[in-house]
């Protein structure tokens, strides 16, 4: 780590010569990987954009030329360039450093990047705010392939005007868009990144503009023949249509070329630029460059073992996502109406077993949830029922689709909604705290919530008969031992007393809380407190039968891994309040504006959601 251990900042790395830098990433590529095998992390993406991000950082300066990330989770070594080496030993951890770009962290975070398509967008907008105040810089949109599924790119595209200091990086892996248009291709882009190219344009154009009548003309003429005999090459309609310099593809690993094309656009820019770079995911560990997918986030592993790690179409990890998965496949045998759709997570979100199985009727629409949501509506129209497996996070992109294509139209769609509540190290912008406030604030929406496996099996099978919008939410990973104990009620809810005992309080949470309720109960109980747990399955509607389950107490504690504003405590409140109950009433659940990079129980310790303060939030509230 010779030169890794000189290099702490962007100015650090200026001072590098040209040719050090490849033997520089390759210290990278070593520290990224011993890194993130210990403390797990996004792999394959980062070491894909290792040698980009040095070129990138040696020839433009930041933060005065500011990086705008897409998704975001390909950062790492430009948070290595940026002074935060240390924090990578608590890396997605509390109190260390984010998987994502963050504003907070670092000056040279400009944008806060979790979800994808979003960075053109972004730097449009920085990009022209430099113009309105005369600042100098450039901006510059690194952007993958796969975030091209999404329309927020194009919607952006279309407004990129004649902005000369925006310059788009387009990473291409070979994952998703474009397939390497050969070397004639890369010939022409050395000859148009030479500084002889760029004299003898201007040249050319400033004789041209002294010529009276003609000069105009046949500088169109010029600049039609050069487009045309450009795109003919480089089959780059597209972007230049839309209003885009294009260059490339270059190769996204030989630093020294990137470096030149970089630093020639650097100044001689006058337009939008979009350079095409065409780099490897997992580049330079074979197990990732050979399963980009396993590799793209992983927990912490073995380096030396990891070529055995296990295939997830084979054996997966028991989980919520894979449970769902195995019997969803196993539910469309039964029903040929069944289909499947993703954005782009098809492992993450368990569907892989149903495209083995049921390959025509399985989707992947990519980066593009507002577009799954409507796709679904318009298969259910046609008689079609399909499940659209996503993220908590991710189903946000797709709120107006839910109300108005789906909710509207009375659409028969089951969402499944995986990382729902407080979900682990990729901090705030991947939190599922959100869709219990939004999917309630739709009145046809039927929305179901479980906390073991048992659960997940019972109301997806169930609610694949039923009709309408309706979701099924469930948490990341595995099921708590103790919460797996519960079994499954079929009931709209679960009200848990012990035996012989009459109590005055009332602890009620949903999903993987329950976990926290049940231990609060037991210790307010040790402590002389009596109280009975309540477990929600049905959130939306709430159950008409809830009032007379409830109406005997006198404090009712509300936990839930949601946000206050709108959440089901509300509701809950709400409905024995128009009751004319009369109680001691307290809702604990989560602030949206203090979420921080943490496991779930750190996250449910900030925000009071662990037994032990739950247990002294009731004793407070009952005054005991």
């Known amino acids: 780590?010779?030169?890794?251990?000189?290099?702490?900042?962007?100015?650090?790395?200026k001072k590098l010569p040209k040719e050090q830098l490849t033997k520089l990433g390759e210290e990278i590529r070593a520290f990224l990987i011993d890194s993130v095998s210990k403390t797990g992390g996004h792999l394959s993406s980062n070491l894909g954009t290792i040698d980009m991000t040095l070129a990138l950082h040696w020839v433009f300066s930041s933060p005065r030329d500011q990086f705008v990330w897409d998704v975001g989770h390909q950062c790492y070594t430009h948070k290595l360039l940026t002074g935060r080496r240390e924090g990578f030993s608590q890396l997605r951890k509390r109190g260390g450093i984010s998987g994502f770009p963050k504003p907070e962290e670092s000056r040279h975070d400009i944008f806060i990047a979790g979800h994808g398509n979003t960075s053109l967008s972004a730097a449009i907008g920085l990009a022209q705010a430099k113009k309105l105040k005369s600042e100098p810089g450039k901006v510059i949109a690194i952007i993958g392939d796969g975030a091209f599924t999404g329309g927020m790119v194009y919607?952006?595209?279309?407004?990129?005007?004649?902005?000369?200091?925006?310059?788009v990086i387009l990473n291409d892996n070979e994952m998703s868009i474009s397939k390497n248009v050969g070397a004639i291709a890369q010939y022409f882009t050395k000859l148009r990144t030479a500084p002889r190219y760029f004299k003898a344009k201007r040249d050319v154009e400033t004789a041209l503009d002294c010529?009276?009548?003609?000069g105009?003309?046949?500088k169109t003429c010029l600049q039609s023949a050069k487009s045309a005999i450009r795109r003919s090459i480089y089959h780059s309609t597209m972007f230049e249509d839309m209003g885009f310099q294009y260059v490339g593809p270059i190769n996204g690993h030989d630093i020294p070329e990137m470096c030149t094309l970089f630093s020639a656009y650097r100044d001689e820019q006058s337009a939008p630029l979009l350079i095409h770079v065409c780099t490897t995911k997992g580049r330079g560990f074979l197990p990732a460059e050979k399963n980009p997918g396993e590799f793209h986030g992983v927990s912490s592993f073995n380096a030396n073992e990891a070529s055995d790690l296990t295939d997830p179409e084979l054996s997966p990890a028991l989980s919520f996502s894979n449970v769902f998965g195995q019997k969803l496949a196993e539910l469309g045998k039964e029903d040929k109406r069944i289909c499947a759709?993703?954005?782009?997570?098809?492992?993450?979100?368990?569907?892989?077993?149903?495209?083995?199985?049921?390959?025509?009727r399985f989707f992947d629409v990519g980066m593009a949830e507002q577009h799954a949501v409507t796709f679904a509506a318009g298969l259910s129209v046609n008689g079609m029922k399909p499940v659209v497996a996503i993220y908590s996070t991710f189903l946000q992109r797709a709120f107006d689709q839910l109300i108005h294509d789906v909710n509207l139209m009375h659409a028969d769609v089951l969402f499944a909604i995986d990382r729902a509540g407080l979900v682990p190290a990729d901090g705030d912008t991947h939190q599922g705290v959100?869709?219990?406030?939004?999917?309630?604030?739709?009145?046809?929406?039927?929305?179901?919530?479980?906390?073991?496996?048992?659960?997940?099996?019972y109301w997806l099978e169930r609610l694949m008969k039923e009709s309408g919008p309706r979701a099924l939410r469930y948490p990341r990973g595995a099921q708590d031992e103790r919460l797996a104990q519960l079994g499954c009620s079929g009931k709209a809810f679960d009200l848990y007393k012990k035996e012989g005992e009459s109590a005055h309080c009332l602890l009620v949470t949903y999903g993987a809380e329950a976990k926290e309720v049940l231990k609060a109960a037991e210790i307010a109980r040790e402590n002389g407190l009596a109280a009975d747990v309540l477990k929600l399955n049905v959130l939306h509607p709430l159950p008409d039968e809830l009032y007379e389950a409830v109406r005997g107490y006198r404090t009712i504690v509300f936990a839930e891994e949601g946000i206050h504003g709108g959440g089901i405590a509300e509701h809950f409140a709400a409905r024995l309040f128009a009751n004319g109950m009369q109680c001691r009433y307290r809702a604990v659940a989560v602030d949206s504006l203090h979420l921080i990079t943490a496991t779930a129980d750190e996250l449910r310790e900030q925000f009071g959601l662990d037994a032990k303060a739950l247990y002294q939030t009731l004793k407070e509230v009952d005054g005991f």
């Open 1 to 13: 780590m010779a030169l890794l251990n000189r290099v702490n900042t962007p100015d650090d790395l």
């Open 155 to 167: 919607e952006g595209m279309n407004n990129i005007r004649n902005l000369n200091n925006l310059i």
């Open 211 to 214: 010529l009276p009548w003609l």
């Open 216 to 218: 105009g003309g046949i």
């Open 341 to 360: 759709i993703t954005a782009a997570m098809k492992y993450g979100t368990g569907l892989q077993f149903f495209y083995k199985q049921h390959k025509p």
């Open 434 to 457: 959100y869709d219990t406030a939004f999917l309630s604030s739709i009145d046809g929406m039927r929305l179901v919530s479980v906390c073991n496996y048992e659960e997940l099996e």
